[in-house]
């Protein structure tokens, strides 16, 4: 668990930085991928206290088995040898894409050490983390978009922050996350369906309910968990 006051520390460290930052202009002299890191990303990194020589290492070697040497594009290392995080970088003036979230997953995959997936363009930084069969997540649990955030976006990249970070607290974070991202969908996906509603009015109880939406977020029934 991250001290109150040390995050409250960081969150006002990291806004002061980020008003200090002309970000307009950095985007505007990013016009391709190199541009793109050294005008955004890495400062981005240098913002959250990362030393680029030993915290983070560009092009790290990922060994995925039956291909010929491929390179992540970022790796955060923190000094060490494995990686818990690994970022894909694309250049400033593309959008994300899909194939682009299906390179990141396959680094991830065959990089067991990496618990996070970054995704970003220099301007939408998207944070993923691993199901339980090893894959990304199919969503971002956390978006930052430097040209266009708030105080709650800052709390979260706080947690990233080189003296703060702690990847069981970030897991922990992104596991409610999606937890109500899914509790959301479920409970939509039920109250658009007129037969479900219509027996629940006929239920006795409330549990009925709370089994549907728990069956919807892909869960076994109560009496199978």
């Known amino acids: 668990m991250i001290e109150s006051k040390k995050l409250s520390q960081a ?7 980020l008003d200090n930052w002309n970000i307009k202009k950095a985007i505007e002299v990013s016009n391709d991928e190199t541009q793109t890191r050294s005008n955004l990303i890495n400062p981005l990194f240098d913002i959250l206290g990362y030393d680029q020589y030993n915290d983070y290492t560009h092009e790290f070697a990922a060994d995925i088995a039956g291909s010929r040497l491929r390179k992540v594009d970022m790796a955060i290392t ?13 250049n400033a003036t593309s959008k994300l894409t899909k194939s682009n979230f299906r390179q990141l997953d396959e680094y991830c995959v065959n990089t067991p050490s990496a618990k996070i997936g970054v995704l970003t363009n220099g301007i939408l930084f998207k944070f993923y983390t691993k199901t339980s069969n090893n894959t990304l997540e199919a969503k971002p649990f956390f978006t930052f978009n430097l040209e266009e955030f708030a105080g709650a976006d800052i709390q979260m990249l706080a947690l990233f922050q080189r003296q703060l970070i702690d990847t069981k607290v970030i897991l922990e974070k992104a596991s409610e996350v999606y937890f109500l991202d899914k509790f959301d969908d ?8 007129p037969t479900k509603i219509k027996a629940l009015r006929n239920s006795p109880n409330h549990i009925a309910f709370l089994e549907i939406i728990f069956r919807n977020m892909g869960g076994k029934r109560f009496s199978e968990s």
Not at 11 to 17: H, T
Not at 80 to 89: D, N, R
Not at 188 to 193: G, P, Q, S, W
Request: hydrophobic share 55%.
């Open 11 to 17: 969150v006002r460290a990291i806004s002061k930085s």
């Open 78 to 90: 923190l000094g060490k040898k494995a990686p818990i995080i690994l970022i894909e970088c694309k």
């Open 186 to 193: 479920a409970l939509f996906d039920i109250l658009k369906m």
